[in-house]
């Protein structure tokens, strides 16, 4: 929850920073270069839903996006690939474990162009989560931890960009991750990174 926090206070601050700097420039749009190939790292918190309340997991990402810009809807559409990885650490007296992620993504801007310096949109992933287990505890605090497992995961998401120049940007996202393993089971994502448009 501290981080979700954290995550909102600083999407609020960027969106501040940025009305501020769009009223002093005159509204001028800063316009992040369309090339056909973006790269994206991150640093990711994952919320798995328990009986005990949802568990963290802190981790890192990058995502691989493609443009190709061939219809003005086409240029507001992405593209790619990503990949996720969660460190083996302890939680709590006996849980250990670490979490792999991999699958496809795509994210549609809302804007055909950003409003100052923000960029917002909207994204969909399709992907495997990998949960390695090295330490159970019991009563198991998420099913996704109560052994090494993998499940297929669809994670819608909202986001926005703040356009720092044509080819950077950093960004914040809120996902919900359902993953399906026996029954969907609704968990959170909360990301934040830095975008090179090459």
Do not use: C, K
């Not at 993953?179 to 090459?198: E, H, K, M």
Request: positive net charge; aromatic residues 6%; charged residues 20%.
């Amino acid at each position: 929850m501290h981080g979700i926090r954290m995550l909102r206070l600083g999407a609020l601050g960027v969106l501040l920073g940025a009305s501020t700097t769009s009223a002093l420039g005159g509204q001028v749009a800063v316009r992040l270069n369309r090339g056909p190939t973006s790269v994206d790292s991150y640093y990711s918190q994952l919320h798995l839903a328990g009986s005990a309340g949802p568990l963290r997991a802190d981790g890192l990402g990058v995502r691989v996006m493609w443009n190709r810009d061939l219809s003005d809807r086409g240029a507001r559409t992405e593209l790619g690939v990503y990949g996720t990885y969660t460190p083996e650490r302890p939680f709590g007296d006996r849980l250990r474990f670490s979490t792999i992620g991999v699958g496809l993504t795509g994210d549609a801007r809302l804007l055909a162009e950003p409003v100052g310096r923000v960029d917002p949109f909207v994204s969909l992933g399709a992907g495997i989560l990998r949960t390695n287990v090295s330490q159970l505890a019991w009563p198991a605090p998420s099913p996704l931890v109560d052994g090494s497992r993998s499940a297929f995961t669809l994670t819608p998401g909202v986001g926005t960009r703040l356009v720092l120049s044509r080819r950077l940007a950093v960004g914040g996202e809120l996902r919900q991750m359902i993953a399906f393993d026996r029954a969907a089971r609704q968990n959170r994502v909360a990301a934040a990174g830095l975008r090179l448009s090459l």
